[in-house]
């Protein structure tokens, strides 16, 4: 019996060859315009460079591991791109490198930035340190830093200055540094006694840090948006969006004595893409995560320029 139909033929004679090279770029070009083939057609298109890594430093106590550290690491601490907890003592669940026996703030954290600096360098284009009661959206982290280099000598945080004029970072607020930053203070600075002293600070280490990070030319950086709204608050956030600092209250009085830009109404305007902030009761974490990262907002449009308006940061001038 002859054979009616021939797949050798079919895709190896010529005109078939010609008919089937235009139907599979006419197919290739289809899939790209589907909606649901974006993300494709995003690759194809883009070819900017990839978003920064950050590397997130989190610092805890043995005595906090289990009802305060451990629920950090179950929510947005894996937003980050690598993450280390730093503690004194081991923990099987948490993992930190474990540095023992350094009762001073400033002792710890400068052995914590050394040891980031000589194992984990590498996995970083900005470093993140912050505490273990701290609530932080990466995402939005991601997207301030997008306007800098990590090759740039800065750093950011809750911006505070002393009478002297000497500027730091608030400790509570979470720090962040470039590489080049983070770098320039292991090499430069912890190695040089003059203009970073390895003496005992207590409290005042993110002061000592600050002038040890002015000394090697690095610069404080300004965190707020363009609309002069905070990213990086010093207390909770239910604090700044529905009441208002209290100058009773020393740690309020401290802010409010030392705060880089002016503070009006006793309150700082928040911004909408808020970063870090301060979490009183630890196990309100999975509610900031929920609403941050898993709410939805149906058939409601996101109106910018109302929610500034009404959240008072329009018009603001530093």
């Excluded at 898993?294 to 018009?315: A, S, Y």
Aim: proline letters at 4%; a neutral charge; hydrophobic letters at 40%.
């Amino acid at each position: 019996m002859p054979r009616l139909f021939s797949t050798r033929r079919l895709f190896l004679g010529g005109k078939n060859a010609i008919y089937l090279l235009i139907l599979g770029t006419m197919f290739y070009t289809l899939m790209l315009h589907l909606p649901g083939n974006s993300k494709s057609r995003e690759v194809v298109e883009s070819y900017g460079p990839p978003p920064s890594r950050i590397f997130c430093i989190i610092s805890t106590y043995a005595y906090r591991h289990e009802h305060t550290a451990i629920h950090i690491h179950r929510t947005w601490v894996r937003h980050c791109d690598h993450y280390l907890f730093v503690s004194d003592d081991i923990n099987h669940y948490l993992e930190p490198a474990v540095f023992m026996h350094m009762n001073d703030k400033w002792h710890r954290m400068r052995a914590y930035l050394e040891y980031v600096y000589k194992y984990h360098f590498h996995q970083g284009d900005w470093f993140l340190y912050c505490n273990d009661d701290n609530f932080v959206v990466v995402e939005n982290l991601r997207h301030m830093l997008k306007t800098y280099s990590p090759k740039e000598l800065i750093y950011f945080g809750c911006k505070l200055r002393t009478p002297n004029g000497l500027v730091f970072m608030l400790e509570s607020s979470g720090i962040v540094f470039s590489a080049a930053a983070l770098k320039r203070f292991a090499l430069m600075a912890l190695t040089n006694e003059s203009i970073c002293s390895s003496e005992t600070k207590g409290n005042d280490f993110t002061k000592e840090l600050g002038r040890c990070l002015t000394n090697v030319n690095v610069i404080a950086g300004d965190s707020r948006d363009e609309f002069q709204g905070h990213r990086f608050l010093p207390f909770e956030a239910d604090l700044h969006l529905g009441s208002a600092m209290n100058e009773s209250l020393e740690h309020h009085k401290y802010f409010l004595e030392h705060s880089y830009y002016p503070v009006k109404d006793m309150n700082l305007p928040v911004s909408l893409h808020s970063i870090c902030f301060h979490v009183q009761y630890i196990l309100n974490i999975y509610d900031l995560y929920y609403f941050a990262y898993k709410t939805r907002v149906f058939g409601v449009p996101l109106n910018l320029g109302f929610e500034n308006e009404r959240m008072g940061l329009e018009n603001r001038t530093a």
